[in-house]
């Protein structure tokens, strides 16, 4: 059943509570990181929290810095993401910042919609909803893609027990709370991401004197891996006036069916090219296949009549994951774009864009850098 890409972000102490157990907030995060997840919240559809959030905070859950409100807006979309929450008891003040702050769109879901007050009904659209699996899929229906889930400690262990969760930020504060009436992170439960099973740690950032931790977990830590291994190709390709670039393309059980890197054969050569070159055509392993690239596939070239997103569709490939936006060095790419449209899956991880940017140093205007919080 399709569904957005999950990111579940808390900020708790080094003991795992949320808060301490006293009439006022505990401030377990600083102004740097107050900014990064502004950030993160001006690249999602939509963030998410549970009525008990809701009752006890009062977030109002918006885009604070006008520069990313004003990007968002030049993208087509709303300055705030859509707000969602779930309820079972229908208790809900309809004059909380949840619903009176900012122009998205919120939505509420309940398994008994008729718990719901009509005074809600008016400020949000209700839906029912019995199970998170059902919320999840009128969430994508909807369009959103990708979904931030704030909160608070039910809702994560609700999320992250059913395995519904692709990323998860917390951050970690420099102190113990180790009140047992406290609210913690998550409460008791059967976790898919066990020893057995572990979540890959993607990225750390210093901020202070907190730190936050970037875990990964299912097929997000698979692609993360992949990607990055199809970034390392890129180190192959030979120097050239052009961009330098590696592809994987894997099955739908992730083994391996090709690698290629630019200019592995031919100066002409691109990587996705260059890996599809070395299948059959009509493979039927094509059908379930990922074709990770470190760079958007190329919309329009002039050195052949067939751009990679032309050989990708032709192929078939249902899943493209890539690092890094072309910038308009040579062309305008319109690549995501025009695999999207076409009804394939498009995932972007630019959390590795910096090793990208890295093996493309040669070309002008390309920034090098660290990666991005």
Not at 316 to 336: H, K, L, N, T
């Amino acid at each position: 059943m399709p569904r957005p890409y999950v990111l579940l972000s808390a900020a708790i102490s080094l003991d795992g509570y949320l808060d301490d157990a006293s009439e006022n907030r505990l401030v377990l995060s600083n102004a740097e990181d107050f900014d990064r997840v502004d950030q993160v919240r001006s690249t999602v559809d939509a963030i998410l929290v549970g009525a008990n959030t809701i009752r006890t905070d009062n977030p109002r859950l918006l885009v604070r810095d006008e520069k990313r409100r004003q990007a968002r807006i030049d993208r087509g979309l709303p300055p705030d993401p859509v707000k969602v929450t779930l309820t079972g008891s229908g208790n809900l003040d309809e004059d909380s910042a949840f619903f009176t702050t900012g122009d998205s769109e919120k939505l509420v879901y309940a398994p008994d919609t008729t718990r719901i007050p009509e005074r809600i009904h008016a400020v949000a659209s209700v839906v029912e909803a019995s199970g998170l699996e059902t919320v999840l899929a009128d969430l994508a229906g909807r369009g959103i893609r990708r979904l931030m889930v704030e909160g608070g400690g039910r809702i994560h262990t609700r999320f992250l027990t059913a395995g519904q969760v692709d990323e998860l930020h917390l951050v970690l504060a420099p102190f113990f709370v180790g009140d047992p009436a406290a609210p913690r992170v998550v409460g008791p439960g059967r976790f898919p991401q066990n020893p057995r099973n572990p979540m890959l740690l993607a990225g750390t950032r210093q901020m202070g004197d907190v730190v936050l931790l970037r875990y990964l977990t299912g097929q997000a830590a698979t692609d993360f891996a992949r990607l990055k291994e199809a970034v390392e190709l890129a180190e192959n390709a030979p120097p050239s006036s052009t961009f330098r670039v590696g592809a994987i393309i894997t099955d739908a059980e992730n083994e391996v069916l090709a690698t290629g890197y630019s200019g592995e054969t031919d100066p002409h050569d691109h990587a996705e090219e260059a890996a599809l070159a070395k299948l059959a055509p009509g493979d039927p392993r094509l059908a379930g296949a990922t074709i990770y690239s470190s760079l958007e596939p190329c919309s329009t070239r002039a050195s052949r009549h067939l751009s990679c997103t032309g050989h990708i569709l032709r192929a078939g490939i249902p899943r493209v994951v890539f690092a890094w936006r072309e910038p308009a060095v040579f062309v305008d790419c319109e690549g995501a774009e025009l695999l999207r449209a076409a009804g394939r899956e498009v995932i972007e991880l630019p959390e590795l864009t910096h090793l990208v940017r890295r093996a493309n140093a040669h070309l002008p205007g390309v920034v090098t850098g660290g990666p991005t919080g």
